[in-house]
């Protein structure tokens, strides 16, 4: 098995560069810092104010009394002290400037958010409002994160009296305990949650999981059971509540930012899935391989559905594939046709994507139009347009019905693929507890409900595409959909508060405008449920004066009818967060909808983190951390535990792991430690089997037993801190040995990310030299736009870097400065591309 070792009196590197440069405790903070920040003098002596009254009253700085930095920070944001529209230097200086003197390697990492026990009702009545007005109040309450209000925390209050018996406290203080029940008892967690999702067998399973079979090391789930996920996104329940006008899919076109977003409810949308289901019977037969090489568009959703309903199998192939690629990934799967477009359109420019998929093969293709309604480029003869593919169910007597073709539980209903760094790509094929198990931690870690608004940029060729698709429709929520670019303002514009729901909020806000110094919610219900609060005022013409701005609002926006999405969970990957910072492209959204983020891919950035929370008044970000492969992540953020930038708080729900030492023998599971991640085999939604490749030899052959369970692999490496949180330290092959100590890449790159502000990413490879010899260290840089720092200064500045926050023993040998890093179709970093251009040059150098 792979291996990594680290030193025994590692230094734990300090979490910021910022923190570094700033220094001072928060009580030290004054006017001239402020200026320093990005303020006015007026606006910095106004700040310096609100900040002293803030911690003034927390306790915090009393003369001679040190305060808790995670307490302090608790309080300014809960007092929301920090605006989204504040330059973020201000934001880094008070972050930095409270955690200042914050012990990482006997404190774990700096907190950024906190759970809260407290529950203040919002229930109110404000007589025959328009329905929206009434769901934009109760999203406001409810985005105040009382954990009894999460949709984990529910099922904790009423089943864990009865699973933990008097050991269960609450959502926050029973979480760990709840926790290891689920994986020591998946039998009983999963009954809850099925219930949770609208999750509905057609022939109801013989029991949650047989675990009798030997050779199937994950068990036996559902046996028995036929069922059809399809079916299960787009029927009506009551719990969930889905009904037929509740809205599935909010999307716009690039270019279209001053139009309202379109929108399909469930009703149009199932019958839009119908009908293509039924296009599909008359063109293939069952169990076909039906490819999708496009944007993850609108009709993407309606015909990756549509597959499935119709017992035929998704193809997922990334838009950004080359012929080649494409062409593997179709002989490999054994497709029998591929839906397409003509082009992919960004901006001004037309992306030929039909063309590739001539190239790559001469299977039967349905192209659709990247633009309009017709296409715009000559077809070959086997292939069809979109509009003559749905006309061969124009004879049918109900082109909008469907009969379900239900199948087991464990039958494939999607392949997708391996981000191919070594080698061809493995084909992963998902089955329908797949979708189960990524909804369900929709439902239990990103908590979504009704009334959420999910938006993910992706594709159907990476695994958050389908992930996003099946956590949405089985838990009730919207999915959001951005036919373009995420890089700038329009996609900005597209998530952000929709006009509506901001003025109805300044109302409420404005009506209690005298309750400065306690919670919105409690504001809201000091006025609404209890006038006896409201000092002065005669509750009955302030109610009525609320409702009457109200209904002025409802007609102006019957007028107007121009909104965004509105979106309430967004998830990014790093890079993406990166480039937002860094082009300043959000300035003037408002983000401040957003419950919470979702971040995965690659390593996260404090100070990226950091600016993109406060985007939505911090509130947090999830880091998830997983494969195509569980279908899901093992590790990732949870809304009852508190979180911290760059961190995962722990393991997900019934997902079990140990930490292994370069002999292979597991961590205690209370030690601080670095190794590679081995996974409890037992495990919903992982797959038992690979289409192109060995599973046993992938995934367990060489790893080791515990506790009776023979481990599985998944190839990260992680670190757990003090505290019980974790870091992804990248995978196991991207180690390298320097000097004899081994070191992650993902680790070198955090410190010269911020050695320096010129630095956008880095990327550290090592590789050895050709007459052998310990391996050599070299950086390769993406630099800000109007910078132009030369590599041998970059060298230096790396070099101490690396030596004050890791170890210094270790050297910089070189570094290479390029545009842009090649990344695979998911956005991960392909390093071994890297190494091998480093490889050659320094063998083209030898024979010089």
Request: proline share 5%; hydrophobic share 40%; aromatic share 10%.
């Amino acid at each position: 098995m792979r291996r990594i070792s680290h030193p025994k009196t590692w230094r734990v590197q300090t979490f910021s560069r910022e923190r570094e440069r700033m220094g001072k405790k928060i009580g030290e903070v004054g006017v001239e810092d402020l200026v320093k920040a990005g303020l006015t003098m007026e606006e910095a002596r106004e700040f310096e104010e609100i900040l002293s009254g803030v911690l003034l009253r927390g306790g915090r700085r009393r003369r001679g009394l040190d305060f808790d930095p995670r307490e302090a920070w608790r309080e300014l944001v809960a007092h929301k002290v920090l605006k989204p529209w504040h330059p973020h230097g201000l934001h880094q200086l008070v972050y930095y400037s409270v955690y200042s003197h914050w012990d990482v390697s006997s404190n774990g990492p700096p907190l950024s958010w906190f759970p809260s026990l407290y529950l203040m009702e919002c229930s109110f009545h404000l007589v025959a409002l328009p329905s929206c007005i009434m769901k934009t109040i109760e999203m406001a309450c409810l985005s105040q994160y009382q954990s009894k209000l999460t949709n984990l925390g529910k099922a904790m209050e009423i089943h864990g009296p009865r699973l933990l018996g008097s050991l269960y406290e609450d959502p926050i203080t029973s979480f760990s305990l709840f926790h290891k029940f689920s994986v020591q008892h998946p039998e009983a967690y999963w009954p809850i949650v099925l219930k949770e999702m609208s999750v509905v067998f057609h022939k109801a399973p013989k029991s949650i999981l047989e675990r009798t079979e030997k050779s199937k090391q994950g068990g036996t789930w559902f046996p028995g059971s036929l069922l059809n996920i399809a079916e299960c996104c787009l029927q009506p329940t009551s719990h969930p509540r889905k009904q037929d006008d509740s809205v599935a899919i909010v999307w716009r076109d690039e270019g279209c930012d001053d139009s309202s977003v379109n929108h399909l409810t469930l009703k149009e949308f199932r019958e839009l899935v119908m009908l293509v289901a039924n296009a599909l019977d008359a063109t293939f037969s069952k169990g076909d391989a039906i490819a999708i090489d496009m944007p993850m568009t609108v009709h993407a959703v309606i015909i990756y559905l549509a597959i499935v309903l119709a017992g035929l199998v998704v193809v997922s192939i990334a838009d950004s594939f080359a012929a080649r690629e494409i062409a593997t990934r179709l002989r490999v799967s054994n497709a029998k046709g591929i839906f397409t477009q003509d082009y992919i359109v960004r901006g001004d420019k037309k992306v030929p994507l039909y063309s590739k998929v001539v190239e790559a093969a001469p299977l039967k293709a349905i192209v659709l139009p990247g633009i309009g309604n017709n296409l715009s480029i000559q077809l070959r003869e086997q292939d069809v347009s979109w509009k003559d593919f749905l006309s061969t169910v124009d004879r049918h007597p109900r082109p909008n019905y469907y009969v379900p073709d239900y199948r087991p539980v464990d039958s494939i209903i999607n392949i997708l693929f391996s981000s191919g760094t070594t080698g061809e790509p493995k084909a992963i094929p998902w089955t329908q507890l797949s979708p189960i198990r990524c909804a369900a931690e929709g439902w239990a870690h990103i908590d979504l409900k009704d009334g959420d608004v999910y938006c993910w940029p992706t594709n159907l060729g990476w695994v958050m595409g389908p992930i996003i698709m099946f956590s949405c429709f089985l838990n009730g929520a919207t999915l959001a959909l951005y036919n373009g670019s995420p890089l700038g303002c329009s996609f900005g514009k597209f998530v952000q508060y929709q006009d509506l729901e901001k003025a109805i909020v300044y109302v409420l806000d404005e009506a209690v405008l005298y309750y400065t110094e306690v919670s919105f919610l409690y504001k809201l219900s000091a006025l609404l449920l209890n006038g006896a609060l409201c000092e002065g005022v005669d509750f009955r013409l302030r109610l009525i004066w609320v409702d009457f701005r109200l209904r002025l609002i409802w007609v102006d926006f019957q007028l107007k009818k121009i909104w965004d999405a509105g979106v309430t969970v967004l998830g990014t990957v790093p890079s993406l967060v990166k480039a937002w910072k860094s082009t300043n492209c959000l300035d003037g959204l408002d983000w401040t909808k957003i419950r919470h983020f979702c971040s995965t891919g690659e390593a996260s950035s404090v100070d990226d983190d950091l600016w993109l929370s406060s985007k939505s008044y911090y509130n947090p970000i999830l880091e998830c951390c997983g494969g195509t492969e569980l279908a899901s992540s093992y590790i990732q953020g949870s809304l009852l535990q508190p979180q911290g930038f760059g961190t995962f708080s722990g393991a997900s729900m019934t997902a079990g792991f140990v930490i292994l030492d370069e002999h292979g023998v597991p961590y205690p599971d209370d030690q601080p430690c670095v190794g590679e991640v081995g996974l409890f085999p037992l495990y919903l939604g992982a797959t038992d089997r690979l289409l192109n490749a060995d599973h046993d030899e992938v995934y367990f052959r060489g790893m080791p037993t515990y506790r009776g369970m023979h481990l599985r692999r998944h190839g990260d490496i992680i670190k757990r801190t003090v505290g019980g949180y974790y870091v992804v330290q990248g995978r196991a092959d991207d180690t390298m040995n320097l000097g004899g100590i081994k070191t992650s890449s993902v680790e070198i790159e955090r410190v010269c990310d911020r050695a320096d502000e010129s630095i956008l990413e880095s990327a550290a490879v090592s590789v050895a030299p050709v007459g052998g010899g310990p391996e050599v260290l070299v950086i390769f840089v993406v630099l800000k736009k109007g910078f132009n720092t030369q590599p041998d200064k970059l060298k230096m500045i790396f070099s101490k870097a690396i030596q004050s926050n890791l170890n210094p023993l270790f050297k910089v040998s070189l570094v290479k400065i390029v545009p842009e890093f090649p990344r695979t179709a998911s956005n991960k970093l392909l390093r071994r591309v890297l190494r091998d251009q480093v490889r050659h040059e320094v063998s083209v150098r030898s024979r010089m």
